[in-house]
């Protein structure tokens, strides 16, 4: 998987591309950590995303919370496979989708 971060101001961009699942969510955990202090808006670009696993939804969902208390968080083109695991699960009213 590749992840490419933009930071602008209190705004960070994360692109992913590839699959996020059980092998690749621990670099992405890795890669965010200490990055939110200050972010007011957190937007996953996930035009390029093939694939989400449970993990992956695990950290989408826990970072969705945590963005509750200083901002928001924000899918943006999100690929047909990543929406229908959105659909099957249940998630797709649990986040603001571009």
Known sequence: ????????GAELTVELEGRLDTLTSPELEEQLEGKLEGIEKLVFELGKLEYISSAGLRILVGLSQDMEEQGELILRN????????LDVTGLMDSFEIE
């Open 1 to 8: 998987m590749n992840i490419n971060m933009t930071k602008t």
């Open 78 to 85: 999100i690929t047909d496979p990543v929406k229908d695991v």
